[in-house]
């Protein structure tokens, strides 16, 4: 029976572990309506010239062990051009004046 919990309790904490939510099926080179059909419409829009920038805000509750359970939140930016994803992943993104007018700023 012991072994049994064990192995239960291991299977669960190792499942926490997988990456999900509306970005696991983003990938660079996709069009911007493909991003839309895998994630939905970004809950945040950027322009500035053939850049675009789209934030998406993937809200989860989870559970701690010591804590309960507490909603997590992560900003998901991705940046296209001409219409097609060249970069995307956690953070937000800034507006520079640079050749490449977005940088995308890791989350902390």
């Known amino acids: ?3 049994i919990i064990v192995a239960l309790f291991s299977m669960l904490v190792l499942s926490s572990c997988v990456i999900t939510g509306k970005m696991s099926g983003v990938r660079e080179g996709m069009t911007k309506a493909q ?4 994630a939905g419409n970004p809950d945040g829009y950027q322009r500035s010239g053939d850049y675009e920038a789209l934030l ?3 809200r989860r509750h ?13 900003d998901y930016s991705v940046i296209l051009h001409d219409d097609h994803v060249m970069e995307f992943g956690p953070g937000r993104t800034h507006e520079r004046q640079a050749e490449i007018p977005f940088v995308r700023v890791p989350g902390r």
């Open 1 to 3: 029976m012991k072994n």
């Open 35 to 38: 991003v839309i059909n895998i």
């Open 56 to 58: 998406y805000i993937d």
């Open 62 to 74: 989870t559970w701690s062990l010591f804590s309960g359970p507490y909603p997590n939140t992560v």
